[in-house]
DNA sequence: CGGCCGCTTGAACGTTTTCAAACTCCGTGG
DNA sequence: CCACGGAGTTTGAAAACGTTCAAGCGGCCG
């Protein structure tokens, strides 16, 4: 639970590449800009517990988070990622239960922390900023409806196809083709919702039919179509 | 899609049991009721189709909806239910997105329908309403991150017990301690995510080991909390 | 009365999980 | 510098679970 004693850059801490923000008033900015509490965070260090009450959300600026429930024998199910002008934790406090979720750092990054009754009161007078909120809640409900349909009808081969898809289409390829994200196996396994002996079966497989290509946890993405196509996306 | 010709009586068509208006102001509420469209909706009838723009929301006065989307080769997934006091549709409004789930009517009743430029305008003037619609959003978003969850980790067996539970906790037991809610074999496969024959033989599973007795579409519950325990809820 | 839809059961099949074991990589401490 | 330990990965084999197909039954609606 350590942190950097340094404290992130002025830059570093900007909010302005989170698009909720935008409706903000220069007053309301300033407010937030005072109340922020921004912090370097490593890898493995856990923002909030599935369960605790939540004191505040945070503004990712740089790393990645990713944002599960635990469930029966401890086992993992992925939910979510957040990224580079995503937020998290918003949900609870709006409405008003507790975390239901667990959000653990997985890359290094820059985090901005803003306590709930900034958010409250930011949602209460300014409609716009409200209004941005409640959109990015009812798109993230249609995600999750989709997901629903997925697990309960793919088969594991299919949504792993597509788990692959989705992350190419979240944080992309470098020049090489390669995801631009590091998961273990088991991580993997916990989107898919699967064992881990599944995911690497079927990954092996997927390299055997020319889909991808294995280095590790480096992933190449050779066949973009034949994958949608297997995804059934 | 054919609809009664009787318009329900002014009583029936009061929206003062669904909460998500209490803070509407009496000049709203009169707006409200000025552009409401309330009908008799019979079963079977379709409210909205997935994938069409949404006009509207709607709020179920009387009856049950269900709400779901249409996975490979026309499997349902059953999302949701929605009945008095509950709406529906308002997702796709308030995130511009078309709609991601079909409705339909499987329980008769009264249903009003209110345009989307008035739950836009409501939710842009006043913030305890726009918050009330947030908090609603969040918590449906809550629920799905859950239901992903279990679908996800849990065995059929293990779904079957707890969608019995959470079918009790929706639409409550009449005195006969029988689930006030009749779905098809193939509807409670459809919410649990499985085939249609594996529900039947669980469910006759369950009334050898005593915990349901079963009278058509009938399911009278026996043992509330070996059903709990089953389901890990 | 016929036909359709929903329900039920059996049996075979396929997929996925589980358990066990071995191997690799990497960082730590002797 | 190397051995050790641990976490993550890989593979195999057996077992469990759930689906699919096929067939028959029953009740209800037209």
């Known amino acids: 639970m350590k942190r950097s004693k340094h404290i992130p850059t002025e830059e570093e801490c900007s909010l302005n590449l989170h698009s909720i923000f935008k409706h903000l ?3 309301e900015m300033d407010m937030v800009n005072f109340e922020k509490e921004c912090n370097y965070f490593k890898r493995a260090e856990i923002l909030y517990h599935e369960g605790r009450r939540m004191t505040g959300f945070y503004c990712v600026n740089k790393g990645v988070v990713k944002i ?7 086992k993992e199910q992925i939910i979510a990622f957040a990224q580079r002008g995503n937020i998290l934790g918003y949900r609870s406090i709006l409405s008003n239960e507790n975390a239901c979720t667990t959000a653990k750092v997985i890359e290094d990054g820059i985090l901005c922390y803003l306590p709930a009754h900034l958010l409250l009161e930011l949602v209460n007078n300014n409609p716009g900023f409200s209004f941005e909120v409640m959109k990015l809640a009812c798109q ?7 997901y ?4 309960a009808q ?6 792993l196809a597509e788990v692959l898809i989705l992350l190419k289409e979240k944080f992309g390829l470098d020049s090489n083709n390669t995801l631009q994200i590091s998961l273990t196996r088991e991580e993997l396994a916990n989107i898919v919702g699967t064992a881990t002996e599944s995911v690497i079966r079927l990954l092996s ?3 055997s039919d020319g889909l991808v290509e294995l280095n590790g946890r480096k992933i190449k993405i050779l066949d973009i179509q034949a994958l949608t196509k297997m995804g059934n996306i």
Request: aromatic share 6%; proline share 0%; glycine share 10%.
């Open 25 to 27: 008033t220069e007053e």
């Open 68 to 74: 599960y429930k635990t469930g029966i024998d401890g």
């Open 140 to 146: 993230e409900l249609g995600e999750a409806n989709s």
């Open 148 to 151: 629903i349909t997925d697990i």
């Open 154 to 159: 793919k088969t594991v081969r299919e949504r």
């Open 205 to 207: 497989e997927f390299k």
